[in-house]
Nanobody, 111 residues
Framework: QVQLVESGGGLVQAGGSLRLSCAAS????????MAWHRQAPGKQRELVAIITGTGITNYLDSVKGRFTMSRDNAKNTMYLQMNNLKLEDTGVYYC?????WGQGTQVTVSS
């Protein structure tokens, strides 16, 4: 059994930054992909960023150049550094590992 716990969400002005963390407990395999998703109000959940076990990343086009995903396998933790936040980045952000999901953390970007 794996548990994922996100933290780091909050309210920030447009142009600001936030760093999300997702701590995993249980049996974690460093070779597996990890991912961040988000869901804006009234919209479907979308994949924001994914990282392989070797650290290769891929991003949603709208966040490229602004978001950076990383992982610390020794700490079983993944991160999402979000810079130059925009209003459209508002939503609940979820981390995902295999079939496990975190509970979500709210990110609200204000003008």
């Amino acid at each position: 059994q794996v548990q994922l716990v996100e933290s780091g969400g909050g309210l920030v002005q447009a142009g600001g930054s936030l760093r999300l963390s997702c701590a995993a407990s249980g049996s974690i395999f460093s070779y597996r992909n990890m991912a961040w998703h988000r869901q804006a109000p009234g919209k479907q959940r979308e994949l924001v960023a994914i990282i392989t076990g070797t650290g290769i990343t891929n991003y949603l086009d709208s966040v490229k150049g602004r978001f950076t995903m990383s992982r610390d396998n020794a700490k079983n933790t993944m991160y999402l550094q979000m810079n130059n936040l925009k209003l459209e980045d508002t939503g609940v952000y979820y981390c995902q590992y295999h079939e496990y999901w975190g509970q979500g953390t709210q990110v609200t970007v204000s003008s």
